[in-house]
């Protein structure tokens, strides 16, 4: 009895786990990589939210519809300071490099 508990368990756990697939907890947001480079500095995301040009994804089909169109760069940073997230730019600078030679490969 308590194993087909747990393997009944375990099962809705992967039922319920591929459901998740074809759905989104938040939106994905994305920036113009033009409007990136042009900002000069790395900030929090409410303020990203407030200078960029940026285009809110809300399910799926709206991601792949994007994706047929654009290429998308994913940019994750963890802050270095508890007020600034990249004082010196240094993480900035080599993000712009980064996205500046990725572009440049691709075309």
């Not at 900002?39 to 995301?45: D, E, P, V």
């Not at 998308?72 to 802050?79: A, D, E, P």
């Not at 010196?88 to 712009?96: E, R």
Request: charged fraction near 20%; aromatic fraction near 12%.
């Amino acid at each position: 009895e308590a194993m087909q508990t747990r393997e009944r368990v375990l099962h809705e756990r992967v039922l319920s786990s591929y459901s998740n697939l074809a759905q989104m907890g938040f939106a994905m947001v994305v920036v113009d990589a033009t409007e990136f480079l042009k900002y000069g500095q790395l900030t929090s995301f409410e303020n990203m939210i407030l200078a960029y040009a940026h285009r809110f994804l809300s399910d799926l089909q709206d991601v792949s519809d994007f994706c047929a169109e654009n290429m998308i760069l994913f940019i994750s940073h963890q802050w270095l300071g508890l007020k600034f997230p990249d004082k010196n730019g240094d993480h900035y600078n080599a993000i712009c490099r980064s996205i500046i030679d990725i572009c440049n490969r691709k075309g």
